[in-house]
Nanobody, 129 residues
Framework: QVQLVESGGGSVQAGGSLRLSCAASGYIYSSRCMGWFRQAPGKEREGVASIAIDGSTRYEDSVKGRFTISKDNAKNTLYLQMNSLKPEDSDMYYC???????????????????????WGQGTQVTVSS
């Protein structure tokens, strides 16, 4: 059974840093497109960053230069290093991975499609000014 578990969230002051982790069981990260997303209460989930099988990455404009997505295939863990955090970065953060057999180009827009991805339970990030 596939399971994704996020960790690393917490409360920091503006300008601070956090590193989120997403540990997987049930499949190997090296063979999947993966991404990080965030969602505020009452709002739609939005993509933050994605990382393809070949390691290529994409970022949402508001986090470029501040966030870095990476993965450790040996540890089967996905990371999101978040620097220069702003109050507007406060959200619940989720990781997701393409399900087996998905052949779409790696992009957060596709990870959000119904029945395309597996999701973790989320980890809360709160940035105070």
């Amino acid at each position: 059974q596939v399971q994704l578990v996020e960790s690393g969230g917490g409360s920091v002051q503006a300008g601070g840093s956090l590193r989120l982790s997403c540990a997987a069981s049930g499949y190997i990260y090296s063979s999947r497109c993966m991404g990080w997303f965030r969602q505020a209460p009452g709002k739609e989930r939005e993509g933050v960053a994605s990382i393809a099988i070949d390691g290529s990455t994409r970022y949402e404009d508001s986090v470029k230069g501040r966030f870095t997505i990476s993965k450790d295939n040996a540890k089967n863990t996905l990371y999101l290093q978040m620097n220069s955090l702003k109050p507007e970065d406060s959200d619940m953060y989720y990781c997701a991975a393409y399900r087996s057999g998905v052949k779409l180009v790696c992009a957060v827009e596709f990870l959000l499609l119904p029945s395309v991805a597996d999701w973790g339970q989320g980890t809360q990030v709160t940035v105070s000014s």
